[in-house]
C-alpha cells in the first residue's frame, strides 16, 4: 500500500510516522501523569527526526489539548483559581519583555542559573523522607509567572519554573497536576489564535495530528491510570526526580 502523500509532507516514510506515534505515547503519557514533559519529550525526539521543526511544534501543540482540555475538567475542583490568576498575570508580562530580551540577545547564564536551582531543591526534596511543602506568600506567584514568561519569551522554556513553584508547596498529586495544566491549556488557547493567523495550522498539520491521534490517546489513558494508582509520596518524589533531570538538562542545553 502507497505512503499517503498527504502524510508523507510531516512524515516521509512510514518509519518516521512510527516513531512519531511512539514518541508522542510517551510523551503524553508522561503528561498526564506527572503534569509537564511533554514538549521535552516530544520536540526534543521529533526534532531529530522529522525535518520540519514548525511541523512538530504545531503537532505537540496540537495533541496537547485534548489532555489539558481533560485533566483541567477532571481536577477542576483542585484548581486555585486566584494562584492559577496571579501566575497567569506574571506570565502574560514575562513572554514579552522576555522577547524584547531576546532581541538584544540570549542570556544563557539564565538557563544555567534556573538549572542548578532545579537541580539543588530537587535534590534537597528527594533527600526528605516526608516529602514536606512550603507554604507560599501570594505575592511569590506573580514572580514565578514572570520568570517562566520571562525563559518562555527568552528560550520557550517557561514550564520549569512552574514545575518547581507548585512541588515546593506541596500539592496533592491531583492538584499539582491540574494546576499546571490549566496554567499550559492557557497558554495553548493563546498560541493557537496566532499559529491560525501566521498560516502555521494547515490541513496537512491537522491530517498528521489525526493520524497520531490513537497513539496520543493511548498514552493519555495509561498516564491517567498510572496517575490513579501511585500514591502521593511517589508522585512527589517521581515530581522530585523530575526537577532534577530538568535541571542537568537546562545546564548541558
Known amino acids: 500500500m502507497p505512503w499517503p502523500e498527504i502524510l508523507a509532507v510531516v512524515f516521509p516514510t512510514p518509519w518516521h510516522f512510527l516513531v512519531a ?20 519529550i516530544a520536540v526534543g525526539t521529533l526534532a531529530l527526526v522529522l525535518p520540519e521543526i514548525r511541523d512538530v511544534v504545531v503537532l505537540v501543540l496540537l495533541i496537547n489539548l485534548p489532555a489539558e482540555v481533560f485533566v483541567v475538567w477532571t ?24 522577547a524584547w530580551i531576546l532581541s ?14 532545579l537541580v539543588a531543591i530537587g535534590g534537597v526534596f ?14 511569590v506567584g506573580p514572580i514565578a509567572g514572570l520568570i517562566s514568561g520571562l525563559l518562555t519569551g527568552l528560550f520557550g522554556t517557561g514550564g520549569p519554573p ?24 492557557m497558554m495553548g488557547v ?4 496566532s499559529y491560525i493567523a501566521l ?7 491537522l491530517v498528521a495530528g489525526a493520524a497520531v ?10 498516564g491517567h491510570l498510572i496517575h490513579l494508582d501511585l500514591s502521593e509520596k511517589t508522585f512527589r518524589r517521581i515530581v522530585s526526580a523530575a526537577l532534577v533531570v530538568l535541571g542537568l538538562l537546562l545546564l548541558v542545553r
Open 21 to 40: 506515534c511512539v514518541a508522542l505515547f510517551v510523551a503524553e503519557l508522561v503528561y498526564v501523569l506527572l503534569g509537564f514533559g511533554s514538549g521535552l
Open 75 to 98: 481536577s477542576r475542583r483542585e484548581i486555585r483559581r486566584r494562584g492559577v490568576l496571579l501566575l497567569a498575570i506574571g506570565i502574560v508580562v514575562g513572554i514579552p519583555v522576555g
Open 104 to 117: 538584544f540577545g540570549e542570556p544563557i547564564f539564565l538557563l544555567g542559573i534556573l538549572g542548578l536551582v
Open 126 to 139: 528527594l533527600a526528605l523522607p516526608n516529602g514536606a511543602g512550603v507554604r507560599m506568600p501570594s505575592v
Open 162 to 185: 512552574l514545575v518547581l513553584f507548585f512541588r515546593i508547596q506541596g500539592l496533592t498529586k491531583a492538584a499539582f497536576r491540574g494546576n499546571l495544566m490549566v496554567l499550559f491549556l
Open 190 to 193: 493563546i498560541r493557537l489564535p
Open 199 to 205: 498560516g502555521l495550522i494547515t490541513p496537512v498539520r
Open 213 to 222: 491521534l490513537p497513539a496520543v490517546l493511548a498514552g493519555g489513558v495509561v
